[in-house]
């Protein structure tokens, strides 16, 4: 009700089907989409594969399936050069639009919040925010993307991850030129 969060396509039980049958993987993400439907009242616009995996073909097919993009990992061995900070598209399809994960401001919080030996221990929502903000001019987007199960599991209460989360929009947001966005707001913006 916020437009504050958008629910993302992908397979139904978390599965490779693409890798194994494209008729599988178009049932597995049509029910996953009705689901969200049947509960949230929207259907999705962007599609995200189990794990973030991605290969061209795959964005093709999702492309033809309607999906105006696709949250993929922005690894450094693919990537090369490029930033995952900004939107691409695959060879060919110019409608179909690639959000990719910064995996390094990601992984801080996910896997390095915690990690007392880290350089950067202890990491406050004020640095955080900051880190983000030095994105500004090398890039449209932080794509951040972790799973549920960092925050409780991975990331205990005591390490600090809710009080952090709590006062990170705020920080966020202390710099002027930065704003949140969902991924189909981000694609609006910015493809």
Same mark, same amino acid.
């Given at each position: 009700?916020?437009?504050s969060?958008?629910?993302?396509?992908?397979?139904?039980y978390?599965?490779?089907?693409?890798?194994?049958?494209?008729?599988?993987f178009?049932?597995?993400?049509?029910?996953h989409?009705d689901?969200i439907?049947?509960?949230f009242?929207?259907?999705?616009?962007?599609?995200?594969?189990?794990?973030?995996?991605?290969?061209n073909d795959?964005?093709?097919?999702?492309?033809?399936?309607?999906?105006r993009?696709?949250?993929?990992? #922005?690894?450094?061995h693919? +990537?090369g050069?490029r930033?995952?900070n900004? !939107?691409?598209?695959?060879?060919? $399809?110019? =409608? %179909?639009?690639?959000l990719?994960?910064?995996?390094?401001?990601?992984?801080?919080?996910a896997?390095?919040?915690?990690?007392r030996s880290?350089?950067?221990?202890?990491?406050?929502s004020?640095?955080f925010?900051?880190?983000v903000h030095q994105?500004?001019?090398?890039?449209?987007?932080v794509?951040?993307?972790?799973?549920?199960?960092?925050?409780?599991?991975?990331?205990?209460?005591?390490? #600090?991850?809710f009080?952090? +989360?709590?006062?990170?929009?705020?920080q966020? !947001?202390?710099h002027p030129d930065? $704003?949140f =966005? %969902?991924?189909?707001?981000v694609?609006?913006?910015?493809?």
């Amino acid at each position: 009700d916020t437009g504050s969060v958008e629910f993302l396509a992908e397979t139904y039980y978390h599965s490779l089907a693409f890798l194994y049958s494209k008729e599988e993987f178009s049932e597995q993400v049509r029910l996953h989409s009705d689901l969200i439907e049947h509960h949230f009242g929207q259907r999705p616009k962007i599609f995200r594969n189990t794990e973030l995996i991605y290969n061209n073909d795959l964005a093709g097919f999702v492309g033809q399936m309607g999906y105006r993009g696709i949250v993929a990992e #922005g690894a450094d061995h693919i +990537l090369g050069y490029r930033s995952p900070n900004f !939107l691409y598209h695959p060879p060919g $399809d110019p =409608k %179909t639009t690639l959000l990719l994960k910064n995996y390094r401001l990601s992984d801080d919080i996910a896997f390095r919040f915690s990690e007392r030996s880290w350089a950067e221990w202890p990491l406050t929502s004020e640095k955080f925010a900051d880190w983000v903000h030095q994105v500004n001019g090398q890039g449209y987007t932080v794509n951040l993307f972790m799973d549920y199960e960092t925050f409780g599991e991975h990331q205990w209460s005591e390490t #600090g991850i809710f009080p952090f +989360l709590q006062h990170l929009p705020e920080q966020i !947001l202390s710099h002027p030129d930065d $704003d949140f =966005k %969902t991924p189909s707001e981000v694609v609006q913006a910015y493809a």
